[in-house]
C-alpha cells in the first residue's frame, strides 16, 4: 500500500465545526438550560414533596444531567453506538491524526488522553491549590476576617473535594493511561472510547464542582456528612453529582485498566516481569472498581434525600446518620489507599534506574502493593471511633489499621534495599522519590497516633489529623505525582523541562511543605479543630508560620508552572530518547512515542530492572519472525 | 538511539556497610529514645487533668518512646546511604551491584514489622478497656472506668450551634455552662438534635461525636478543680466554628452552690424537652426527635 | 539477532499489524466481569443500608403500619427479568450453532420481557400504598428498585444494540473498509482484521452481565419482598 498525500489542511473556522470542545461546551450549557426548565416544566415543584422546601432540587439534578450528556453528545460519544445500530462494523480508533486539534476532542490515541489528563487534572488541581491559599488567608488570624463564614466552609469544601477527586486520578489518569500500554508492549488501551470517556467525565465533573459556587457553595467539607448533607443548600447538589460522577470515571478508569493489563500483555511478559509501575496500577484499579461504586450508591442516597424526601440518613423518619458514614468511609479508606498507592508504585519504579540497581525483593513489593489493596477494606471503621458507632469493635479496628503498616513497610524495605550499595545520582525525579520517603515516613508515624483509640481521643478531627493525610497524601501522591512529571514529561512531550527550575522547585516544595506541614500536627495536639477559622489565641504563631509557609509553597509551584509552560511552549529543547539510562521499554522508543507505539510487537525475555546484569534487553523481534502475538 | 548505559559495574566493595548503620542506629536510639521518652512525652497533650487524659499523655509518651528508633533507623539509614553511596562530581555513573533479593533480611523485616504491630495493636487495647480513654463509646460501653456504676451523669445535648447540659440527678437541671464535681466519675451522654456534632473537651481528654438518634457515653474521671475548653469537633454547619464554650471542674461545695443558683434561675422556665417528673415524664430521655422532622429551608 | 528499532519516528502503517480479533473478545468478557463486581458492589450498599436501617429501627419508623411492599407486583416485575436473562444464555447456543433466526427471535424475546419488566415496575410504584418519605423501608424499597430499574435499562440497551447489529449488519462478507471509523485520513489498514468474530464474545460477556444483574434482581425480591 501506498501513503496516500495527506489532504490539504482545513480552514480554521471550518476545524471548529464538528464534534469537539467547542461544541461539547455549546451543547452542555444548551443540556443544561434544556433540564432546568424542562424540570420546572413538568412540574417538579408542585409535586407534593416538594412543598417543604424552597429550592428545586430536581431541576439542578435534571439541568447538570442535561449539560454533562450535551457535552459528551458534542465530544461525539454517541456517534459511535449510533454507527453501530445502523449496523456499521465495530472500530477501535477515532481522531488519531496528528496536530493539535486532537487534544480538545475525543481521541482514542492512549499518549494523547494521557496528556489531557496531565494538562485537565493539573488545571483542577492549581484550582484546589489556590482554594488552600484562600483558606491559609483566613487562618492568619484567629477570628473569622476574611471571607463570610459560608464562603470559608465552601472553600475548605472545594479543596478537599477537588483534591480527593481529581487526584484520585492523578497517576493513573496521566501517567497510566500514557504508559501502560506502551510497558506491556500493546498499542492501545483496552477500551479506547472508555478511557477517552473517563477524561472528559472528570472535567464535566471538575466545571460542575467549580460552579458550585453560584448555587450557594456547601458547607460540609469533603466528606459531607448527612444530617447536614440533607438540610444544605443546592450548592450541595454540586457536590454529590461531582463525586459521583468522579466515581462513574473511576470505576470506568479502574476496568478499563484491569482488562488491558490482564489480556493485552505481549508475548514473554509474565507476571513477574511486569514492571512494579504496572503492578501499582493494577492494585489502585482493583480498588476504584470495588470502591468507587460505593461512593455512587451513598452519594445517590443523599440526592433521593434531597429530592424524593426518603430518609435514608434522617434518624427521626427512620434513617441512621450512621448510614452514612459507614458507608462513605467503606469507598473512603480505599480511596486513600488509590492515592496512596500509585505513589509507592512510582518510587519503586523509578529507584533502579537512579541507584542502577536492580529493584530488590521484586515479590515482597508486589505483596506488599497487594497487601495495602486488600486490608484497605477492613479498617474504615477507624475513622469513627469516638463517633459511637461498634463501641466494641474498636480493638479489632485498631489493629487490621495496624496490620497495614506491614505491607506499607515492605515498600520501604524494597525501597531502601534497591538503595543501598547503589551508585545513586540526585536527579530531579530521584530527590522527589526520596523525598517520598521523608513525608511518608512523618504520615506514617503520625498515623500510629491516630490509629491509637485512646490517642485518637484527642487527635480525631484535630489539625493533627489534617497534617498526617496530607503528609500521606500530599507528600506521598503530590510529591511522587511531580517525580513522573519530570522523568516521564520529556517522554511525552518530546521536550526537556529545565533542570535548575526544577530543583529550585524541589527544594523549594519539600522546604516549605514540611515547614507548612509539620507545624500543623503540633497545632492538632494543642487543640485546634479542623475546618474551624476560629482557634485560640495561643495558636496564632503557629497558624502565622504557616500561612507563611503555605503562601510560599504557593510560589513553589508557580514555579513549576512557569517551567512548564516556558519549557514546552519556548524553549522546546528536544529530549533525548533515553536521557535516564533506565532499561524500561518506554526509553526505547523515540520521544515522543509514535502513533502505534511499535512497528512491531515486542518480546520480552526478562523484567526492565537488570541493572548490572549485562546488556540493556533488546525487546526486539528476530527479523523475519511473523509478526503478530501468537 | 539515546546514549547506552555503561553496563560494567563498580568494583566491589569489601567495607561492612550495614554494620557500621547498625551500630550507628543503636547508639542513637539508645540515646534519643530515653530522651523523647522522658522529655519530649509528657510533653503532649492532653495533660493530667483527668484520669482518662493522664492515660492518653501516657499513651502518646509510650508511642512517641515508640516512633523514636524507627525515626533513628531512617535518619542513619539515609543519611549513610546518600552519602556514601552517591555518585560523584564528575564521576562516570556505573551500574551497582545486582543484588535482587535477600530472603533473610525480608523475614528478619516481617518478623519485627508484625511484632512491633501487635505490640501496638495489644497496648492501644490494654489502655482503652482501663477507662474508655474519655471517647464515646456508643450507648453500650465496654470499657468502663472503677466507679461507673455510681456515675455522675450528665447529658450533653448538641445542637446548631450550641451545647445544652443536662443534668438528671439535679431535677432534669439544663444549663448552657457545664460544671463537674471534682474527683468524680463522669459518664457524659452525648446525642445531637440535627447534624452531626462532636463533643470536644480538649484539657478533659474527652471527645464524643454527637449523632441524632445516639446516645453516645463518654466516661471521665476528674481529678482537682480546673477550668477547660469545649468545642464542636465534627463540621456542623455555618457556625460550627463558634460552637465551644469553657467548663469547670470544681469542688463538691461550689458545684451545690452553682447548682442552687442554676436551678433557681432555671426554675420558671418549663423543661423544654420532656414532661417534668412531676407530671410522670421522666427526667432524661436517651434521644431526642424534634419535629418537624423534615429539613426547614 | 538482527537489531531492528522498536518504532521509528513515523511509523509506517504498512508495518502495523491489524488487531487479532480474540482480544477484544477477551477484552468485552473480563470487562463483563470486572463490570458485575462493580455493579455488585454498588447493590451491596442499598443490603448493607436494608440491614443497617432495618437492626437500628430509629424512632420506630423502619416499617410504619401500612408498609409494604406488593409481593405480587414485585414477583412479576423479576420473574420478566429473569426470564428475559435465561433467554439470552440459551440464545447463546443459537448463536454458537450459527442459527441466525432462532437467536434473533430469542433475543427479541429477551429485550420484550425486559421492557415488560420495567413497565411493570413503574405500575408497581404507582400502587404501592406508601411513599419514599414513609420511613426507612421505603426509602431502600424506592431506591433500590430505582437503581435497579436504570441499571436494568442500560443493560436491554445492550442488548438491543446487539440485537439491532444482527439484522443490520452490513458487509457480513469481507473485512471492513480500512480506517472506517477512525477518522483517520492516512490509515489504510481496517482497525480490527475480523469484526465479525466479535458479536459473539460480545454476546457471551452481555448474557453473562445480565444473568448477574437478573441474579442481583432476585436478590432484592428476596429482601424487599419476602423477608
Given at each position: 500500500m501506498?501513503?496516500?498525500?495527506a489532504p490539504?489542511?482545513?480552514?480554521?473556522?471550518?476545524?471548529?465545526?464538528g464534534?469537539?470542545l467547542l461544541?461539547?461546551v455549546?451543547?452542555?450549557?444548551?443540556g443544561w438550560?434544556l433540564g432546568w426548565?424542562?424540570?420546572?416544566?413538568i412540574?417538579?415543584?408542585s409535586l407534593?414533596y416538594?412543598?417543604d422546601?424552597?429550592?428545586?432540587?430536581l431541576?439542578?439534578?435534571?439541568?447538570y444531567l442535561g449539560?454533562?450528556?450535551?457535552?459528551?453528545?458534542?465530544?461525539?460519544?454517541?456517534?459511535y453506538?449510533?454507527?453501530?445500530?445502523?449496523?456499521?462494523?465495530?472500530?477501535l480508533?477515532?481522531?488519531?491524526?496528528?496536530g493539535?486539534?486532537r487534544?480538545?476532542?475525543?481521541c482514542?490515541d492512549?499518549?494523547?488522553?494521557?496528556?489531557?489528563?496531565?494538562?485537565?487534572?493539573?488545571?483542577?488541581?492549581?484550582?484546589?491549590?489556590l482554594?488552600?491559599?484562600?483558606?491559609r488567608?483566613?487562618?492568619l488570624?484567629?477570628h473569622?476576617?476574611s471571607?463570610?463564614?459560608?464562603?470559608?466552609?465552601t472553600?475548605?469544601?472545594m479543596?478537599?473535594?477537588?483534591m480527593?477527586?481529581?487526584?484520585?486520578?492523578?497517576?493513573?489518569?496521566?501517567f497510566a493511561?500514557?504508559?501502560?500500554?506502551?510497558m506491556i508492549?500493546?498499542?492501545?488501551?483496552?477500551?479506547?472510547?472508555?478511557?477517552?470517556?473517563?477524561f472528559?467525565l472528570?472535567?464535566?465533573?471538575g466545571?460542575?464542582?467549580?460552579?458550585?459556587?453560584?448555587?450557594?457553595?456547601?458547607?460540609?467539607?469533603?466528606t459531607?456528612?448527612a444530617?447536614?448533607q440533607?438540610?444544605a443548600?443546592p450548592?450541595m447538589d454540586?457536590?454529590?453529582l461531582?463525586f459521583?460522577?468522579?466515581?462513574v470515571?473511576?470505576?470506568?478508569l479502574?476496568?478499563?485498566?484491569?482488562?488491558t493489563?490482564?489480556?493485552m500483555r505481549?508475548?514473554?511478559?509474565?507476571?513477574?516481569r511486569l514492571?512494579?509501575?504496572?503492578w501499582g496500577?493494577l492494585?489502585?484499579a482493583?480498588?476504584?472498581v470495588?470502591?468507587?461504586p460505593?461512593?455512587?450508591?451513598?452519594?445517590?442516597?443523599g440526592?433521593?434525600?434531597?429530592t424524593?424526601?426518603t430518609s435514608?440518613?434522617?434518624a427521626?423518619a427512620g434513617?441512621?446518620?450512621?448510614l452514612?458514614?459507614?458507608?462513605?468511609?467503606?469507598f473512603?479508606?480505599?480511596?486513600v489507599?488509590?492515592?496512596a498507592?500509585?505513589?509507592?508504585?512510582?518510587v519503586?519504579?523509578?529507584l533502579?534506574?537512579?541507584?542502577?540497581?536492580?529493584?530488590w525483593?521484586?515479590?515482597?513489593?508486589?505483596?506488599?502493593?497487594?497487601?495495602?489493596?486488600l486490608?484497605s477494606?477492613?479498617?474504615?471503621q477507624?475513622?469513627l471511633?469516638v463517633?459511637?458507632?461498634?463501641g466494641?469493635?474498636?480493638?479489632?479496628?485498631?489493629l487490621?489499621?495496624?496490620?497495614i503498616?506491614?505491607?506499607?513497610?515492605?515498600?520501604f524495605?524494597?525501597g531502601m534495599?534497591?538503595?543501598w550499595?547503589?551508585?545513586i545520582?540526585?536527579?530531579?525525579?530521584m530527590?522527589?522519590c526520596?523525598?517520598w520517603?521523608f513525608?511518608?515516613?512523618?504520615?506514617g508515624?503520625s498515623?500510629v497516633f491516630?490509629?491509637d483509640?485512646?490517642s485518637?481521643?484527642?487527635?480525631?478531627?484535630?489539625?493533627?489529623?489534617?497534617?498526617?493525610?496530607?503528609y500521606?497524601?500530599m507528600?506521598?501522591?503530590v510529591?511522587?505525582f511531580?517525580?513522573?512529571?519530570?522523568y516521564?514529561?520529556?517522554?511525552m512531550?518530546?521536550?526537556?523541562?529545565h533542570?535548575?527550575?526544577a530543583k529550585?522547585?524541589?527544594?523549594?516544595?519539600?522546604?516549605?511543605f514540611?515547614?507548612?506541614?509539620a507545624?500543623?500536627?503540633?497545632?492538632?495536639?494543642?487543640?485546634?479543630?479542623?475546618?474551624?477559622?476560629?482557634?485560640t489565641?495561643?495558636l496564632?504563631?503557629?497558624?502565622?508560620?504557616?500561612?507563611?509557609s503555605?503562601?510560599?509553597?504557593?510560589?513553589?509551584m508557580?514555579?513549576?508552572?512557569?517551567n512548564?509552560?516556558?519549557s514546552?511552549a519556548?524553549?522546546?529543547?528536544p529530549?533525548?530518547?533515553?536521557?535516564?539510562?533506565?532499561?524500561?521499554i518506554?526509553?526505547q522508543?523515540?520521544s515522543p512515542?509514535?502513533?502505534?507505539n511499535?512497528?512491531?510487537?515486542?518480546?520480552?525475555?526478562?523484567?526492565p530492572?537488570?541493572?548490572?546484569?549485562?546488556?540493556?534487553p533488546?525487546?526486539v523481534?528476530?527479523?523475519?519472525?511473523?509478526?503478530?502475538?501468537? | 538511539?539515546?546514549s547506552e548505559p555503561?553496563?560494567?559495574?563498580?568494583?566491589?566493595?569489601?567495607?561492612?556497610?550495614?554494620?557500621?548503620?547498625?551500630?550507628?542506629w543503636?547508639?542513637l536510639?539508645?540515646?534519643?529514645?530515653?530522651l523523647?521518652?522522658?522529655?519530649?512525652?509528657p510533653?503532649?497533650?492532653?495533660?493530667?487533668a483527668?484520669?482518662?487524659?493522664?492515660?492518653?499523655t501516657?499513651d502518646?509518651?509510650?508511642m512517641t518512646?515508640?516512633?523514636?528508633?524507627?525515626?533513628?533507623?531512617?535518619?542513619?539509614?539515609?543519611?549513610?546511604?546518600l552519602?556514601q553511596?552517591?555518585?560523584?562530581?564528575?564521576?562516570?555513573?556505573?551500574?551497582g551491584?545486582?543484588?535482587?533479593?535477600?530472603s533473610?533480611?525480608?523475614?528478619?523485616?516481617?518478623?519485627?514489622?508484625?511484632?512491633?504491630?501487635?505490640?501496638?495493636?495489644?497496648?492501644g487495647t490494654y489502655?482503652?478497656?482501663?477507662d474508655g480513654?474519655?471517647?464515646?463509646q456508643?450507648?453500650?460501653?465496654?470499657?468502663l472506668?472503677?466507679?461507673?456504676q455510681?456515675a455522675?451523669?450528665?447529658?450533653?445535648i448538641?445542637?446548631?450551634?450550641?451545647?445544652?447540659?443536662?443534668?438528671?440527678?439535679?431535677?432534669?437541671?439544663?444549663?448552657?455552662?457545664?460544671?463537674?464535681?471534682?474527683?468524680?466519675?463522669v459518664?457524659?451522654h452525648?446525642t445531637?438534635?440535627?447534624?452531626?456534632?462532636s463533643?470536644?473537651?480538649?484539657?478533659?481528654?474527652v471527645?464524643a461525636d454527637a449523632?441524632?438518634?445516639v446516645?453516645?457515653?463518654?466516661?471521665?474521671?476528674?481529678?482537682?478543680?480546673?477550668?477547660?475548653?469545649?468545642?464542636?469537633?465534627?463540621?456542623?454547619?455555618l457556625?460550627?466554628?463558634?460552637?465551644?464554650?469553657?467548663?469547670?471542674?470544681?469542688?463538691?461545695?461550689?458545684?451545690?452552690?452553682?447548682?442552687?443558683?442554676?436551678?433557681?434561675v432555671y426554675?420558671s422556665i418549663?423543661p423544654f424537652?420532656?414532661?417534668?417528673e412531676?407530671?410522670?415524664g421522666?427526667?432524661y430521655?436517651k434521644?431526642?426527635?424534634?419535629?418537624?422532622?423534615?429539613r426547614?429551608? | 539477532?538482527?537489531?531492528e528499532?522498536?518504532?521509528d519516528e513515523?511509523?509506517?502503517?504498512a508495518v502495523?499489524?491489524?488487531?487479532?480479533?480474540?482480544?477484544?473478545?477477551?477484552?468485552?468478557?473480563?470487562?463483563s466481569y470486572?463490570?458485575?463486581?462493580?455493579t455488585?458492589?454498588?447493590f451491596?450498599?442499598f443490603?448493607?443500608a436494608?440491614?443497617?436501617?432495618r437492626?437500628?429501627?430509629?424512632a420506630g419508623?423502619?416499617?410504619?403500619?401500612g408498609?409494604d411492599a406488593?409481593?405480587?407486583w414485585g414477583?412479576?416485575?423479576?420473574a420478566?427479568y429473569?426470564?428475559?436473562?435465561?433467554?439470552?444464555?440459551f440464545?447463546?447456543g443459537?448463536?454458537r450453532?450459527l442459527?441466525?433466526?432462532?437467536?434473533?427471535?430469542?433475543?427479541?424475546a429477551?429485550?420484550l420481557?425486559?421492557?415488560v419488566?420495567?413497565v411493570?415496575?413503574?405500575?408497581?410504584?404507582?400502587?404501592?400504598?406508601?411513599?419514599?418519605?414513609?420511613?426507612?423501608?421505603?426509602?431502600v424499597?424506592?431506591?433500590w428498585?430505582a437503581?435497579l430499574?436504570?441499571?436494568?435499562?442500560?443493560?436491554l440497551?445492550?442488548l438491543?444494540?446487539?440485537v439491532?447489529?444482527?439484522?443490520r449488519y452490513r458487509?457480513?462478507?469481507?473485512?471492513?473498509?480500512?480506517?472506517?471509523?477512525?477518522?483517520?485520513p492516512?490509515?489504510?489498514?481496517p482497525?480490527?482484521?475480523d469484526?465479525?468474530?466479535?458479536?459473539?464474545a460480545?454476546l457471551?460477556?452481555?448474557?453473562?452481565?445480565?444473568?448477574?444483574?437478573?441474579?442481583i434482581?432476585?436478590?432484592?425480591?428476596?429482601?424487599?419482598?419476602?423477608i
Open positions: 501506498t501513503e496516500a498525500a490539504p489542511p482545513r480552514p480554521l473556522w471550518r476545524r471548529l465545526l464534534f469537539n461544541t461539547a455549546l451543547l452542555g450549557i444548551g438550560y426548565f424542562g424540570a420546572h416544566a412540574g417538579a415543584e407534593e416538594f412543598e422546601t424552597d429550592y428545586n432540587e431541576s439542578v439534578y435534571l439541568a449539560g454533562v450528556i450535551g457535552f459528551l453528545v458534542g465530544l461525539g460519544f454517541l456517534n453506538p449510533i454507527a453501530r445500530l445502523r449496523g456499521y462494523p465495530p472500530s480508533r477515532e481522531k488519531e491524526t496528528h493539535w486539534t487534544y480538545f476532542s475525543l482514542t492512549h499518549k494523547v488522553v494521557g496528556i489531557q489528563y496531565l494538562w485537565g487534572i493539573g488545571l483542577f488541581f492549581f484550582i484546589g491549590g482554594n488552600a491559599m484562600l483558606i488567608t483566613e487562618q488570624s484567629p473569622s476576617q471571607f463570610p463564614m459560608g464562603t470559608y466552609l472553600l475548605v469544601g479543596h478537599g473535594t477537588m480527593m477527586g481529581m487526584m484520585t486520578s492523578g497517576i493513573l489518569g496521566p493511561n500514557y504508559l501502560v500500554p506502551i508492549g500493546a498499542r492501545r488501551m483496552a477500551f479506547p472510547r472508555i478511557e477517552a470517556l473517563t472528559w472528570l472535567m464535566a465533573a466545571a460542575i464542582l467549580t460552579t458550585t459556587i453560584f448555587f450557594g457553595g456547601f458547607p460540609t467539607g469533603w459531607g456528612y444530617p447536614l440533607t438540610q443548600n450548592g454540586n457536590y454529590i461531582f459521583a460522577l468522579v466515581g470515571s473511576m470505576t470506568l479502574g476496568l478499563n485498566m484491569i482488562a493489563i490482564l489480556t505481549a508475548p514473554g511478559l509474565t507476571w513477574t514492571p512494579i509501575f504496572v496500577v492494585s489502585t482493583v480498588l476504584m470495588l470502591a468507587a460505593v461512593l455512587i450508591a451513598v452519594l445517590s442516597m440526592a433521593l434525600d434531597r424524593a424526601q435514608f440518613f434522617n427521626a434513617g441512621s446518620s450512621y452514612y458514614q459507614n458507608l462513605f468511609w467503606v473512603g479508606h480505599p480511596e489507599y488509590i492515592l498507592l500509585p505513589g509507592f508504585a512510582i519503586l519504579e523509578l533502579p534506574v537512579f541507584a542502577r540497581k536492580p529493584l525483593g521484586y515479590r515482597l513489593a508486589v505483596a506488599g502493593l497487594l497487601g495495602v489493596s486490608l477494606w477492613f479498617v474504615w477507624h475513622h471511633f463517633s459511637g458507632m461498634n466494641d469493635l474498636r480493638p479489632f479496628y485498631m487490621s489499621t495496624e496490620l503498616s506491614i505491607p506499607t513497610g515492605f515498600t524495605l524494597c534495599m534497591t538503595l550499595r547503589g551508585r545520582s540526585f536527579t530531579v525525579p530527590l522527589f526520596l523525598a520517603f513525608n511518608f515516613l512523618i504520615g508515624l498515623g491516630l490509629s483509640t485512646p485518637d481521643v484527642t487527635t480525631h478531627g484535630s489539625f493533627f489529623s489534617m497534617a498526617h493525610f496530607h500521606t497524601i507528600g506521598g501522591l510529591f511522587t511531580f517525580a513522573a512529571i519530570y516521564w514529561v520529556p517522554k512531550t518530546g521536550w526537556e523541562l533542570e535548575g527550575l529550585i522547585h524541589f527544594w523549594t516544595m519539600f522546604i516549605f514540611n515547614s507548612t506541614f507545624p500543623l500536627l503540633a497545632a492538632g495536639f494543642l487543640g485546634q479543630a479542623r475546618r474551624a477559622p476560629v482557634y489565641g495561643n496564632k504563631f503557629l497558624n502565622d508560620w504557616v500561612s507563611i503555605a503562601f510560599l509553597l504557593g510560589i513553589s508557580l514555579i513549576f508552572l512557569f512548564l509552560v516556558w514546552l519556548f524553549v522546546k529543547q529530549a533525548e530518547a533515553n536521557p535516564w539510562g533506565s532499561r524500561s518506554e526509553f522508543l523515540p512515542v509514535p502513533v502505534h511499535f512497528d512491531r510487537i515486542p518480546v520480552f525475555s526478562n523484567d530492572y537488570g541493572y548490572g546484569e549485562g546488556p540493556a533488546s525487546y523481534v528476530p527479523a523475519g519472525a511473523p509478526a503478530g502475538r501468537e | 538511539m539515546a555503561s553496563a560494567a559495574t563498580s568494583p566491589s566493595d569489601s567495607t561492612n556497610h550495614g554494620l557500621r548503620v547498625v551500630v550507628v543503636l547508639v536510639s539508645a540515646i534519643a529514645t530515653p523523647v521518652a522522658i522529655y519530649v512525652g510533653l503532649i497533650p492532653p495533660g493530667n483527668t484520669v482518662q487524659g493522664q492515660g492518653q501516657f502518646n509518651q509510650v518512646a515508640f516512633v523514636t528508633p524507627i525515626l533513628c533507623l531512617l535518619a542513619v539509614f539515609f543519611a549513610y546511604g552519602i553511596f552517591h555518585v560523584r562530581r564528575n564521576e562516570a555513573i556505573l551500574d551491584p545486582p543484588i535482587r533479593n535477600d533473610q533480611i525480608q523475614l528478619l523485616w516481617i518478623v519485627i514489622t508484625t511484632v512491633m504491630v501487635l505490640f501496638l495493636a495489644g497496648f489502655e482503652l478497656l482501663q480513654s474519655g471517647g464515646g456508643g450507648p453500650n460501653p465496654i470499657a472506668p472503677a466507679h461507673h455510681d455522675f451523669q450528665v447529658q450533653v448538641a445542637q446548631q450551634w450550641q451545647f445544652t447540659y443536662r443534668y438528671p440527678s439535679l431535677g432534669g437541671l439544663e444549663s448552657n455552662q457545664l460544671y463537674l464535681p471534682a474527683n468524680t466519675t459518664a457524659l452525648v445531637s438534635l440535627d447534624a452531626i456534632h463533643f470536644w473537651a480538649y484539657e478533659l481528654g471527645k449523632n441524632p438518634g446516645d453516645n457515653v463518654a466516661y471521665v474521671e476528674t481529678k482537682g478543680p480546673t477550668t477547660f475548653h469545649v468545642r464542636c469537633a465534627e463540621l456542623c454547619g457556625w460550627h466554628p463558634y460552637m465551644f464554650n469553657n467548663g469547670r471542674v470544681v469542688d463538691s461545695a461550689q458545684f451545690q452552690a452553682w447548682a442552687s443558683q442554676q436551678q433557681r426554675a418549663k424537652m420532656n414532661k417534668p412531676s407530671e410522670g421522666a427526667p430521655a434521644t431526642y426527635f424534634p419535629e418537624p422532622d423534615r426547614a429551608g | 539477532m538482527a537489531a528499532p522498536l518504532a513515523g511509523t509506517s502503517y502495523v499489524e491489524q488487531e487479532p480479533p480474540e482480544i477484544l473478545g477477551r477484552n468485552l468478557i473480563s470487562a470486572l463490570l458485575a463486581g462493580a455488585a458492589f454498588f451491596i450498599a443490603v448493607f436494608y440491614f443497617y436501617l437492626s437500628l429501627n430509629n419508623m423502619w416499617k410504619p403500619h408498609v406488593s409481593i405480587g414477583t412479576a416485575v423479576v420478566c429473569a426470564l428475559s436473562a435465561l433467554l439470552v444464555r440464545s447463546l443459537e448463536r450453532a442459527r441466525r433466526s432462532q437467536w434473533r427471535l430469542k433475543g427479541l429477551a429485550l420481557f425486559g421492557v419488566g420495567l411493570l415496575q413503574v405500575i408497581d410504584w404507582t400502587q404501592e400504598s406508601f411513599g419514599p418519605a414513609d420511613g426507612g423501608f421505603a426509602s424499597y424506592f431506591g428498585t437503581f430499574f436504570l441499571f436494568v435499562l442500560c443493560t440497551l445492550w438491543e444494540m446487539s439491532a447489529m444482527s439484522f458487509k457480513t462478507d469481507g473485512p471492513p473498509p480500512a480506517g472506517h471509523a477512525s477518522g483517520d492516512h490509515r489504510r489498514a482497525d480490527i482484521s469484526p465479525l468474530s466479535l458479536i459473539r460480545e457471551v460477556g452481555l448474557s453473562f452481565y445480565w444473568t448477574f444483574l437478573a441474579g434482581a432476585v436478590v432484592s425480591w428476596v429482601i424487599l419482598y419476602l
